[in-house]
């Protein structure tokens, strides 16, 4: 039986579904769905299929992108009246690129009890075995489809020293990679398909080497892109004089200009300053 929090008000379950692989859904999972009085779905004939396997028997209503800003104060309704409601998506969280955000918004707001089960979706396997660093990360999602726009997100996120992850469609995978070698250059890439399926298969190399067999490639995709890392700068051509000076001309002192130019190019402050003051 579903326990109701402390506060004793009826509660909107977001519960994850698998994403392929039908043993990723959880034991909770399934107690709450059979357990609550009403489940809205992105597609209840996909949802219908998941219940059937799972013999679970209850009301479905559609919730999808289109109609989620009507639905939110139906399932208000149903919260009001006593009832615990369940939502899904098709696969995975909700919430997570599906529906789902704005019934949270809109309920929590209002007080609503508002619990999100753990349990499937793709965004952290794939980063887990990425092989490029955990910490920190930004899962950005979708990008913008029109390759305009795109270019701008990813110009924005360019210089964001986290691991990006993305959501992507098989047949934008080819565009979507040429895009990021044009503006984020020739990272260290991990993409990741078919997760928790039988074809399921981790790529992991530079942008440019994945574009070369991205058309051959089938299934629903992450793409986790390793961070921005900001090369450090070649000062071997720079007079000492005019770096000392560049750096009090943005408010430093003599002597704190002296010992972080010191310090960039590693060798100790007084031969900075002999050869500051020898000019």
């Known amino acids: 039986m579903i326990q109701k929090s402390y506060d004793g008000k009826p509660t909107l379950y977001l519960v994850p579904t698998p994403i392929g692989n039908l043993e990723d859904m959880t034991y909770r999972a399934v107690n709450v769905l059979k ?11 996909v949802t ?31 919260l009001k009246d006593g009832s615990n409601v369940a939502l899904v998506s098709d696969r995975g969280t909700p919430a997570i690129s599906d529906p789902g955000e704005v019934a ?10 508002v619990v999100c ?9 794939a980063l887990v075995m990425s092989s490029i660093d955990t910490r920190p990360f930004m899962f950005y999602g ?23 992850i993305f959501y992507e469609a098989p047949h934008r995978l080819t565009s979507t990679l040429k895009n990021m070698y044009e503006v984020l250059g020739d990272r260290k890439i991990a993409l990741v398909r078919e997760i928790s399926k039988m074809h399921e298969e981790v790529i992991r ?8 067999i991205s058309d051959t490639l089938k299934g629903e995709f992450v793409i986790v892109v390793e961070k921005y890392i900001e090369k450090e700068k070649d000062y071997s051509n720079i007079p000492v004089d005019v770096q000392v000076k560049e750096l009090i001309s943005e408010g430093l002192s003599e ?11 590693g060798v100790v402050k007084n031969e900075i300053y002999k050869e500051y003051h020898r000019k």
């Open 255 to 265: 002597k704190d200009a002296i010992k972080k130019v010191a310090k960039m190019r």
């Open 142 to 164: 979708f990008l913008n489809s029109k390759s305009s726009i795109q270019k701008e997100e990813l110009k924005k996120l360019s210089k964001i020293c986290a691991t990006l």
């Open 35 to 45: 357990s609550v009085d009403v489940i809205f779905s992105e597609d209840t004939r």
């Open 117 to 125: 089960l753990p349990g499937a979706n793709a965004l952290i396997p």
């Open 48 to 78: 219908r299929q998941l219940l059937n396997h799972f013999e679970i028997s209850k009301k479905l209503i559609s919730n999808h992108e289109h109609n989620e800003y009507i639905v939110k104060e139906k399932i208000e309704e149903y």
């Open 205 to 212: 190399d530079n942008i440019s080497k994945v574009i070369e």
């Open 104 to 113: 949270v918004k809109y309920l929590a707001e209002k007080g609503y009890n």
